[in-house]
């Protein structure tokens, strides 16, 4: 639950910082209703209060608002929004999130979706993962179905060709005319905070998307500092001097503040300078990211949202690697963090 309640919060971030009528390029539009419904050739992101898609995307599509409605064609769909509607879509793969989510006679390969009540009236070619409070299942699915839910209803028309996979608290109601290969349940235990590989996975996919859409966002909104960004020297001496001044800047910032905490005239910066430290700590991949980015793809990928997007993927994948991924968390944490320090300090002397 705090997940969703997490990732909503970032939804509404994201609406409130979409300026009204921004537009920049085809594949990157965003407005407070908006509507796409023609062939874009290119991996597209779109945002807004209302977003109605019924493109052609060649590429995959990033897609958030208040009320979504997609009936669109892309290679992967990521979507997220209070209210979400999927009608004849074709995708690969569909990542959803949300409060409301609604999958109708679409054409997907894997589902994987996360909401306080979601409702399946589609045909699934593969797998589903489901993660919410109520699930409705109302169609064929031919492969495995994964959920983590409190109410399941599986409903008269429902065929699972493979194994139906739920908690053993759960409430759960299967029709009498459904189909169900197999059943089997798993139990939760509260006690503990060890996570399924599943579940690890789920929660680096809930972070990728929500940093995704900060991301873009910023990005739209701020060109001059991401042109700050991709100016930065790419040689690894540069490199490792920003990971060394983000390391001291990690270390210092905190033991600052608690000194200024001694002094009653400090008390107010000390905690301002925590929560912005806070803030940059939580975004530092985004600079890391797009500098990376630029590095290794500069020359394949022109599109600077796409290559911000393929290059968020691959440090996210990379962290869930035994063995490394802790190391590249550290890493790319404080490589930001010195980017970070770089432009405010450059930001001051311009002045």
């Known amino acids: 639950m705090k997940k969703k309640i997490f990732l909503l919060l970032i939804l509404v971030l994201s609406l409130v910082m979409v300026p009204v009528g921004a537009k920049s390029k085809d594949n990157f539009v965003a407005n407070d209703n908006l509507k ?3 062939s874009i050739g290119a991996t597209t992101f779109a945002a807004g209060n209302t977003v ?3 493109s052609e995307i060649d590429g995959a599509a990033f897609i958030a608002g208040n009320n979504v409605s997609v ?5 992967f769909l990521f979507t997220a929004g209070n209210s979400v509607t999927l009608n004849e879509v074709n995708a690969k793969d ?3 999130a949300g409060s409301n989510i609604n999958v109708q006679s679409s054409n997907i390969r894997d589902l994987y979706a996360a909401a306080e009540t979601i409702r399946i009236d589609s045909n699934i070619s593969r797998n589903a993962y489901l993660g919410g409070t109520n699930v409705t299942i109302n169609s064929i699915i031919n492969g495995d179905v994964e959920i983590s839910a409190e109410n399941i209803v599986i409903g008269k028309e429902a065929e699972i060709i493979g194994t139906l996979n739920y908690p053993e608290n759960a409430k759960i109601s299967i029709a009498e005319t459904a189909k169900v290969a197999q059943k ?8 503990t905070s060890e996570k399924t590989f599943k579940s690890k996975v789920l929660d680096r996919l809930y972070a990728f998307i929500s940093m995704l859409i900060i991301g873009i966002i910023l990005m739209a909104l701020n060109k001059k500092v991401f042109t700050k960004i991709a100016k930065i020297k790419k040689d690894v001496s540069t490199f490792a001097k920003n990971v060394g001044v983000g390391f001291v800047f990690l270390v210092v910032v905190p033991i600052a503040a608690i000194i200024l905490l001694v002094t009653v005239v400090g008390v107010p910066i000390s905690i301002i300078s925590l929560l912005l430290y806070g803030i940059m700590i939580y975004l530092s991949v985004i600079p890391t ?4 980015g630029n590095v290794f793809l500069k020359d394949k990928i022109k599109n600077e949202f796409g290559l911000f997007a393929i290059s968020l993927l691959a440090i996210y994948i990379l962290r869930m690697i035994p063995g490394i991924g802790g190391l590249v968390t550290f890493i790319s944490l404080c490589f930001g963090l010195g980017v970070y320090f770089e432009l405010i300090k450059s930001n001051i002397n311009s002045k």
């Open 94 to 96: 569909a990542f959803v």
């Open 289 to 292: 990211a797009y500098y990376l």
């Open 184 to 191: 089997t349940t798993y139990k939760v235990d509260t006690s």
């Open 71 to 75: 009936s669109s064609s892309q290679d």
């Open 52 to 54: 109605n898609v019924n």
């Open 36 to 38: 796409l419904d023609k």
